[in-house]
């Protein structure tokens, strides 16, 4: 590819790395990559770099690491780069002083179709909702969030046992060759910028709590299953059993019903645990108490009881 047009990479996770691998392997001239702050990590709470940060700094690319994004030493740092274009991928929402800095603009990959799922945890919120389809859009960063002129889309369908993370990494992929294509076609000088579609009535995707995360055992068995995969592996979906928290990554509908009861009414039966949804029963697969790891239910009996 012809290194004509300067790129700065903004991302912090796993999910952005692929878009810059994918940048960095077709030729694309980065010439510097932001990301968050090291942050304390792990038993020793050892600060460690960021997923992008380690990327970057294998292919030998100097990395901007700012607290604050109007910093005006870091706004000095970034002008010095004289970038035509800045590409984002699950990165912290930007200042003008910042998108607006280079000649074409800035450009973000988003995971969902837009203007559908606008917000921070848009693929956690489609298998919650029960979706069958969602995708990945690249479009140029505009004042209000998620809402600028569209560049790309693809289509991405969602199988009826996918998780977020089954899905996030099938989008982390296929967002990394839009990323590609999009930055090829700027290149080229053609491209389209599609006005996001007005009128429609959206589906937000907010950014997710703890409080969020706890199940709600008084709608559909359906509606409950959809929430614990939107949940998993992260940030979890959670229940209380008598008291005690428990972490819950995978249920199945089960024909199997103990005894007439209240949603939310926990039954061990013959080392499966089972809770009932507004209109059935739920077989509990995966789950961690506290202070225990991730096991399955058959594990978890084998050891604990409710």
Known sequence: MNDSLRIIFMG??????????RLLAAGCSVVAVVTAP????????????????????????????????????FLEQLESYRADLQVVVA???????????????????????LPQYR??????????NGETETGVTTFFIEKEIDTGQMIF????PIHPHDTA????????????????????????????RIPQ?????????????????????????????????????YPTAWTKINGKVYKIYSVSASDHSPFAAEPGT?????????????????SVDELQAEGKRRMTAEEFFRGNTI
């Open 12 to 21: 912090t996770p796993d999910f952005a790395v692929a878009s810059l691998n």
């Open 38 to 73: 090291d942050r304390p990590s792990g038993r020793g709470l050892q600060l460690t770099g960021s997923p992008v940060k380690r990327a970057a700094e294998a292919a030998g690319i100097p990395v901007l690491q700012p607290e604050k994004l109007r910093d005006p030493v």
């Open 91 to 113: 990165f912290r929402m930007l200042p003008e002083v910042v998108w607006a800095m280079p000649r074409i603009g800035t450009f973000n990959l988003h995971a969902s179709l």
């Open 119 to 128: 917000g921070a945890a848009p693929i956690n919120w489609v298998i919650i």
């Open 153 to 156: 889309q693809e289509t991405e």
């Open 165 to 192: 993370g089954t899905l996030h990494d099938r989008l982390m992929e296929r967002g990394a060759g839009l990323v590609l294509k999009t930055v090829q076609a700027i290149e080229a000088g053609n491209f389209p």
């Open 197 to 233: 579609p007005a009128g429609a009535e959206l589906k937000p995707a907010p950014k997710i709590q703890r409080e969020t995360c706890e199940i709600n055992w008084f709608q559909p068995a359906e509606a409950v299953r959809n929430f614990v995969r939107g949940m998993s592996p």
């Open 266 to 282: 926990a039954s061990a039966e013959r080392k499966a645990l089972l809770i009932k949804a507004e209109d059935g029963w739920l």
